[in-house]
């Protein structure tokens, strides 16, 4: 079964930290880049932060130097490590996956996962 999977998110207060954890089945296999992106209600999902399988990595600027994403290629997981969060990081984080299933190449998201960040 072809399943990209989230968890991690939750309630933190300013300041505070989370980390967000993604696994892609085994089913979905060659990923190049896997990735984190958010959404807020009634605006367009952006890039958070990506990773290539050979490591090399990309943020956005409003993240650069708080999040941190990395990966294990071995168990086709990524995880993104949120800390000095601020509530304008609250929104749903999704989870991206490009790589190839049975029925060819596919860019695979998950369900989401909700972040709130608030005193």
């Known amino acids: 079964q072809v399943q990209v999977v989230e968890s991690g998110g939750g309630l933190v207060q300013p300041g505070g930290s989370l980390r967000l954890s993604c696994a892609a089945s085994?089913?979905?296999?060659?990923?190049?880049?896997m990735g984190w992106y958010r959404q807020a209600p009634g605006k367009q999902r952006e890039l958070v932060a990506a990773i290539t399988r050979g490591g090399s990595t990309n943020y956005a600027d409003s993240v650069k130097g708080r999040f941190t994403i990395s990966g294990d290629n071995a168990k086709n997981t990524v995880y993104l490590q949120m800390n000095s969060l601020k509530p304008e990081d609250k929104d749903v984080y999704y989870c991206?996956?490009?790589?190839?299933?049975?029925?060819?190449?596919?860019?695979?998201w998950g369900q989401g996962t909700q972040v709130t960040v608030s005193s």
């Open positions: 085994r089913s979905i296999f060659s990923i190049s880049v």
């Open positions: 991206k996956v490009d790589g190839y299933t049975d029925y060819g190449r596919r860019d695979l």
